[in-house]
Protein backbone atom coordinates (compact mmCIF):
# COMPACT_ATOMS: atom_id res chain seq x y z
CA UNK A 1 0.00 0.00 0.00
CA UNK A 2 1.57 3.59 -0.91
CA UNK A 3 0.08 7.10 -0.45
CA UNK A 4 2.00 8.25 -3.04
CA UNK A 5 4.95 7.14 -5.73
CA UNK A 6 7.83 9.22 -5.62
CA UNK A 7 9.22 9.31 -9.66
CA UNK A 8 12.68 10.65 -9.18
CA UNK A 9 15.08 9.59 -6.38
CA UNK A 10 16.34 12.07 -3.50
CA UNK A 11 19.52 12.16 -3.24
CA UNK A 12 19.70 10.98 0.43
CA UNK A 13 23.19 10.56 0.23
CA UNK A 14 24.37 13.46 -1.16
CA UNK A 15 23.98 15.39 1.82
CA UNK A 16 25.46 12.31 4.28
CA UNK A 17 28.24 14.39 5.10
CA UNK A 18 26.16 17.31 6.78
CA UNK A 19 23.14 15.47 8.13
CA UNK A 20 25.76 13.08 9.87
CA UNK A 21 27.73 16.19 11.60
CA UNK A 22 24.14 17.14 12.97
CA UNK A 23 23.56 14.04 14.18
CA UNK A 24 27.31 14.22 15.58
CA UNK A 25 26.34 17.38 17.67
CA UNK A 26 23.42 16.33 19.08
CA UNK A 27 24.92 12.93 19.90
CA UNK A 28 27.54 14.86 22.16
CA UNK A 29 25.42 17.56 23.94
CA UNK A 30 23.30 14.25 24.67
CA UNK A 31 26.35 12.79 26.23
CA UNK A 32 27.33 15.98 27.81
CA UNK A 33 24.18 16.37 29.63
CA UNK A 34 24.26 12.67 30.87
CA UNK A 35 27.76 13.26 31.86
CA UNK A 36 27.00 17.06 34.19
CA UNK A 37 23.54 16.41 35.32
CA UNK A 38 23.30 12.78 35.26
CA UNK A 39 19.77 10.83 34.85
CA UNK A 40 17.14 11.70 37.74
CA UNK A 41 16.02 7.87 39.18
CA UNK A 42 12.81 7.17 40.52
CA UNK A 43 12.00 5.38 43.23
CA UNK A 44 12.78 2.07 41.46
CA UNK A 45 16.72 2.78 41.09
CA UNK A 46 17.13 5.06 43.97
CA UNK A 47 15.18 3.32 46.80
CA UNK A 48 12.31 5.00 48.88
CA UNK A 49 8.43 3.96 49.58
CA UNK A 50 5.44 2.80 47.65
CA UNK A 51 2.06 3.37 48.52
CA UNK A 52 -1.19 2.24 47.27
CA UNK A 53 -4.19 3.98 48.43
CA UNK A 54 -7.90 3.07 47.27
CA UNK A 55 -10.74 6.10 47.13
CA UNK A 56 -14.41 5.49 47.01
CA UNK A 57 -14.48 7.97 44.14
CA UNK A 58 -11.85 9.36 41.63
CA UNK A 59 -9.06 10.36 43.31
CA UNK A 60 -7.80 14.23 42.72
CA UNK A 61 -4.15 13.83 41.59
CA UNK A 62 -3.02 17.28 42.11
CA UNK A 63 -4.68 17.73 45.24
CA UNK A 64 -2.56 14.64 46.66
CA UNK A 65 0.87 15.82 45.27
CA UNK A 66 0.01 19.32 46.75
CA UNK A 67 -0.63 17.33 50.26
CA UNK A 68 2.69 15.31 49.61
CA UNK A 69 4.81 18.73 48.82
CA UNK A 70 3.58 20.30 51.73
CA UNK A 71 5.46 17.24 53.84
CA UNK A 72 8.37 17.78 51.99
CA UNK A 73 8.86 15.60 48.81
CA UNK A 74 9.71 18.22 46.15
CA UNK A 75 8.94 15.81 43.11
CA UNK A 76 6.46 13.05 44.38
CA UNK A 77 5.00 10.64 42.39
CA UNK A 78 1.44 10.25 42.01
CA UNK A 79 -0.62 7.79 39.23
CA UNK A 80 -3.68 5.98 39.15
CA UNK A 81 -3.45 2.47 38.16
CA UNK A 82 -6.07 0.10 37.25
CA UNK A 83 -9.06 2.65 37.96
CA UNK A 84 -8.99 6.26 38.82
CA UNK A 85 -10.32 5.26 42.37
CA UNK A 86 -6.84 3.52 43.02
CA UNK A 87 -3.55 5.46 43.41
CA UNK A 88 -0.36 4.50 43.29
CA UNK A 89 2.83 6.81 45.32
CA UNK A 90 6.45 6.77 44.78
CA UNK A 91 7.92 8.47 47.56
CA UNK A 92 11.97 9.09 47.47
CA UNK A 93 14.44 8.52 50.58
CA UNK A 94 14.59 11.77 52.41
CA UNK A 95 17.94 12.46 54.45
CA UNK A 96 16.85 12.68 58.23
CA UNK A 97 13.93 10.85 58.25
CA UNK A 98 13.38 7.22 59.09
CA UNK A 99 11.80 5.09 56.65
CA UNK A 100 10.06 3.15 58.68
CA UNK A 101 7.44 5.96 59.74
CA UNK A 102 7.36 7.75 55.79
CA UNK A 103 3.86 5.52 55.72
CA UNK A 104 2.16 6.57 58.78
CA UNK A 105 3.42 10.35 58.28
CA UNK A 106 2.43 10.55 54.58
CA UNK A 107 -1.13 8.64 54.87
CA UNK A 108 -1.79 11.13 57.87
CA UNK A 109 -1.28 14.62 55.67
CA UNK A 110 -3.30 12.89 52.81
CA UNK A 111 -6.18 11.80 55.55
CA UNK A 112 -6.27 15.25 57.07
CA UNK A 113 -5.99 17.00 53.53
CA UNK A 114 -9.57 14.79 53.06
CA UNK A 115 -10.54 16.42 56.81
CA UNK A 116 -10.55 12.88 58.00
CA UNK A 117 -9.33 11.01 60.90
CA UNK A 118 -6.87 7.68 60.45
CA UNK A 119 -8.25 4.70 61.77
CA UNK A 120 -6.64 1.35 62.28
CA UNK A 121 -8.68 -1.58 62.60
CA UNK A 122 -7.80 -5.49 62.31
CA UNK A 123 -9.55 -7.30 59.67
CA UNK A 124 -9.62 -11.42 58.54
CA UNK A 125 -7.90 -11.85 55.11
CA UNK A 126 -9.84 -14.79 52.90
CA UNK A 127 -6.57 -16.84 54.29
CA UNK A 128 -7.78 -16.65 57.85
CA UNK A 129 -4.96 -14.24 59.01
CA UNK A 130 -5.54 -11.06 61.48
CA UNK A 131 -4.02 -8.24 59.56
CA UNK A 132 -4.04 -4.19 60.30
CA UNK A 133 -6.39 -2.37 57.79
CA UNK A 134 -5.31 1.58 57.83
CA UNK A 135 -8.41 4.10 56.50
CA UNK A 136 -9.49 7.33 56.61
CA UNK A 137 -13.01 8.03 58.31
CA UNK A 138 -15.17 10.84 58.28
CA UNK A 139 -17.15 12.25 61.52
CA UNK A 140 -19.92 10.46 59.95
CA UNK A 141 -18.10 7.16 59.84
CA UNK A 142 -17.90 7.51 55.93
CA UNK A 143 -14.75 6.00 54.38
CA UNK A 144 -12.68 8.58 52.81
CA UNK A 145 -9.61 6.62 51.44
CA UNK A 146 -7.84 3.09 51.78
CA UNK A 147 -4.43 2.33 52.79
CA UNK A 148 -4.02 -1.02 50.83
CA UNK A 149 -0.31 -1.54 50.75
CA UNK A 150 2.93 -0.42 51.69
CA UNK A 151 6.46 -1.52 50.54
CA UNK A 152 9.98 -0.14 50.81
CA UNK A 153 12.90 -0.34 48.34
CA UNK A 154 16.04 -0.34 49.63
CA UNK A 155 18.77 1.48 47.57
CA UNK A 156 20.56 -2.34 47.13
CA UNK A 157 17.35 -3.20 45.50
CA UNK A 158 17.51 -0.26 43.25
CA UNK A 159 20.92 -0.72 42.04
CA UNK A 160 20.48 -4.44 41.31
CA UNK A 161 17.75 -2.82 39.27
CA UNK A 162 20.05 -0.76 37.44
CA UNK A 163 22.18 -3.21 36.88
CA UNK A 164 19.98 -5.59 35.57
CA UNK A 165 18.89 -2.73 32.95
CA UNK A 166 22.31 -2.04 31.70
CA UNK A 167 22.25 -5.77 31.13
CA UNK A 168 19.55 -5.91 29.20
CA UNK A 169 20.38 -3.07 27.35
CA UNK A 170 23.78 -5.02 26.39
CA UNK A 171 21.66 -8.13 25.59
CA UNK A 172 19.60 -6.22 23.15
CA UNK A 173 22.56 -4.49 21.76
CA UNK A 174 24.59 -8.24 21.09
CA UNK A 175 21.64 -10.07 20.03
CA UNK A 176 21.33 -7.28 16.92
CA UNK A 177 24.54 -7.58 15.94
CA UNK A 178 24.46 -10.83 15.47
CA UNK A 179 21.03 -10.99 13.83
CA UNK A 180 21.97 -8.37 10.90
CA UNK A 181 25.74 -9.81 11.11
CA UNK A 182 23.97 -13.25 9.49
CA UNK A 183 20.72 -12.13 8.11
CA UNK A 184 22.71 -9.42 5.71
CA UNK A 185 26.66 -8.26 6.40
CA UNK A 186 28.86 -6.82 9.24
CA UNK A 187 28.83 -3.70 7.65
CA UNK A 188 25.23 -3.58 7.70
CA UNK A 189 25.43 -4.92 11.50
CA UNK A 190 27.81 -2.36 12.59
CA UNK A 191 26.01 0.57 11.20
CA UNK A 192 22.56 -0.65 12.58
CA UNK A 193 23.95 -0.65 16.06
CA UNK A 194 25.75 2.79 15.71
CA UNK A 195 22.34 4.26 14.59
CA UNK A 196 20.34 2.49 17.66
CA UNK A 197 22.87 3.44 20.28
CA UNK A 198 22.45 6.86 19.19
CA UNK A 199 18.91 6.82 19.58
CA UNK A 200 19.10 5.45 22.89
CA UNK A 201 21.95 7.83 24.20
CA UNK A 202 19.87 10.84 22.82
CA UNK A 203 16.57 9.80 24.56
CA UNK A 204 18.81 9.84 28.03
CA UNK A 205 20.06 12.84 27.14
CA UNK A 206 16.83 14.62 26.32
CA UNK A 207 15.78 12.79 29.97
CA UNK A 208 19.14 14.47 32.08
CA UNK A 209 18.64 17.84 30.23
CA UNK A 210 15.31 18.17 31.55
CA UNK A 211 16.27 16.31 34.57
CA UNK A 212 12.62 13.91 33.46
CA UNK A 213 11.72 10.85 35.93
CA UNK A 214 13.62 7.86 34.85
CA UNK A 215 12.28 4.92 35.55
CA UNK A 216 11.35 1.35 34.95
CA UNK A 217 8.57 1.71 32.34
CA UNK A 218 11.12 4.65 30.60
CA UNK A 219 13.45 2.01 30.65
CA UNK A 220 11.15 -0.67 28.91
CA UNK A 221 10.11 2.28 26.35
CA UNK A 222 14.13 2.59 25.89
CA UNK A 223 14.56 -1.08 25.05
CA UNK A 224 11.25 -1.12 23.00
CA UNK A 225 12.88 1.90 20.35
CA UNK A 226 16.15 -0.40 19.80
CA UNK A 227 13.86 -2.84 18.45
CA UNK A 228 12.09 -0.18 16.56
CA UNK A 229 14.58 1.76 15.05
CA UNK A 230 16.20 -1.82 14.12
CA UNK A 231 13.04 -2.85 12.07
CA UNK A 232 13.14 -0.05 10.20
CA UNK A 233 16.94 -0.57 8.99
CA UNK A 234 15.90 -3.83 8.78
CA UNK A 235 13.70 -2.49 5.96
CA UNK A 236 15.57 -0.29 4.19
CA UNK A 237 18.81 -2.96 4.44
CA UNK A 238 16.42 -5.71 2.53
CA UNK A 239 15.41 -3.21 -0.30
CA UNK A 240 19.20 -1.96 -0.52
CA UNK A 241 20.01 -6.05 -0.87
CA UNK A 242 17.08 -6.36 -3.53
CA UNK A 243 18.31 -3.46 -5.30
CA UNK A 244 21.71 -4.41 -6.19
CA UNK A 245 20.01 -7.39 -7.59
CA UNK A 246 18.11 -5.81 -9.84
CA UNK A 247 19.83 -2.38 -10.94
CA UNK A 248 23.45 -3.31 -11.85
CA UNK A 249 24.29 -0.83 -13.23
CA UNK A 250 23.68 2.08 -10.28
CA UNK A 251 26.24 2.85 -8.05
CA UNK A 252 26.20 2.21 -4.43
CA UNK A 253 24.61 6.18 -3.79
CA UNK A 254 22.20 6.05 -6.25
CA UNK A 255 21.20 2.26 -4.58
CA UNK A 256 20.82 3.38 -1.15
CA UNK A 257 19.10 6.68 -1.97
CA UNK A 258 16.69 4.33 -4.60
CA UNK A 259 16.20 2.21 -1.71
CA UNK A 260 15.08 4.71 0.89
CA UNK A 261 13.12 7.06 -1.64
CA UNK A 262 11.13 3.61 -1.92
CA UNK A 263 10.05 3.36 1.14
CA UNK A 264 9.02 6.21 2.21
CA UNK A 265 5.28 5.49 1.93
CA UNK A 266 5.67 2.87 4.24
CA UNK A 267 7.39 4.60 6.23
CA UNK A 268 5.04 7.74 6.77
CA UNK A 269 2.29 5.10 7.03
CA UNK A 270 3.93 2.90 9.81
CA UNK A 271 5.69 5.67 11.43
CA UNK A 272 2.35 7.86 11.35
CA UNK A 273 0.15 5.06 12.88
CA UNK A 274 2.57 4.51 15.82
CA UNK A 275 2.97 8.13 16.64
CA UNK A 276 -0.72 8.40 16.47
CA UNK A 277 -0.98 6.12 19.34
CA UNK A 278 1.96 7.30 21.06
CA UNK A 279 0.56 10.57 21.31
CA UNK A 280 -2.78 9.40 22.79
CA UNK A 281 -1.32 7.35 25.55
CA UNK A 282 1.06 11.21 26.20
CA UNK A 283 -2.31 13.19 26.41
CA UNK A 284 -4.73 10.83 27.88
CA UNK A 285 -2.83 7.99 29.31
CA UNK A 286 -2.29 9.93 32.45
CA UNK A 287 1.10 10.30 35.09
CA UNK A 288 1.77 6.76 34.82
CA UNK A 289 2.11 6.62 30.73
CA UNK A 290 3.48 10.30 30.66
CA UNK A 291 7.24 9.60 30.18
CA UNK A 292 7.10 6.15 28.96
CA UNK A 293 5.28 8.28 25.94
CA UNK A 294 7.91 10.92 25.76
CA UNK A 295 10.59 8.42 25.24
CA UNK A 296 8.85 6.40 23.17
CA UNK A 297 7.85 9.82 21.07
CA UNK A 298 12.03 11.07 20.92
CA UNK A 299 12.56 7.63 19.86
CA UNK A 300 10.53 6.99 17.11
CA UNK A 301 11.50 10.58 15.35
CA UNK A 302 15.13 9.83 16.15
CA UNK A 303 14.60 6.41 14.67
CA UNK A 304 13.48 7.22 11.36
CA UNK A 305 16.44 9.76 11.07
CA UNK A 306 19.29 7.71 12.41
CA UNK A 307 17.80 4.53 9.90
CA UNK A 308 18.06 6.66 7.16
CA UNK A 309 21.25 9.22 7.39
CA UNK A 310 23.48 7.35 10.00
CA UNK A 311 22.77 3.65 9.56
CA UNK A 312 22.50 3.67 5.92
CA UNK A 313 25.29 6.40 4.97
CA UNK A 314 27.30 4.36 7.96
CA UNK A 315 27.20 1.07 5.58
CA UNK A 316 27.80 2.91 2.77
CA UNK A 317 31.57 5.16 4.01
CA UNK A 318 32.21 0.74 5.41
CA UNK A 319 32.10 0.19 1.37
CA UNK A 320 29.43 -2.26 1.66
CA UNK A 321 29.31 -3.25 -2.64
CA UNK A 322 27.36 -5.60 -4.17
CA UNK A 323 29.36 -8.41 -3.73
CA UNK A 324 28.43 -8.32 -0.33
CA UNK A 325 25.11 -9.20 -0.25
CA UNK A 326 25.11 -11.16 -3.37
CA UNK A 327 27.56 -13.87 -4.45
CA UNK A 328 28.93 -13.76 -7.86
CA UNK A 329 27.90 -16.66 -9.98
CA UNK A 330 30.47 -18.76 -11.03
CA UNK A 331 31.45 -19.32 -14.84
CA UNK A 332 31.35 -23.06 -15.90
CA UNK A 333 34.68 -24.09 -17.05
CA UNK A 334 33.77 -25.02 -21.16
CA UNK A 335 36.62 -28.40 -21.00
CA UNK A 336 34.57 -29.09 -17.43
CA UNK A 337 38.03 -29.40 -15.90
CA UNK A 338 39.54 -31.66 -18.76
CA UNK A 339 42.97 -30.72 -19.88
CA UNK A 340 44.77 -31.73 -23.17
Known amino acids: MEFFKIKRDIPFMRHAVIL???SIVTFLAAVFFLVTKGLHYSVEFTGGTVMELRYPHAADQEKIRSTLRGIGYEAPEVAS???AQDIMLRLPIIEGQAAAGTSSKVFDAICASEQGTPKVSQVTTDKGEQVNHTNCVAANGQELVSLQRVEFVGPAVGEELAQNGLSAL???VIGVVIYLAVRFE???AVAAIFANLHDVVIILGFFAFFQWEFSLTVLAATLAVMGYSVNESVVIFDRIREMFR??????VPEVIDHAITSTISRTIITHGSTQMMVLSMLF?????????AIALTIGILFGIYSSVFVAAAIAMWLGVKREDLIKPVKEKDETDGAVV
Do not use: D
Not at 246 to 251: I, P, T
Not at 284 to 292: D, I, P, S, V
Open 170 to 172: IMV
Open 246 to 251: KQRKMS
Open 81 to 83: FGT
Open 284 to 292: FGGQALHYF
Open 186 to 188: WKF
Open 20 to 22: NVI
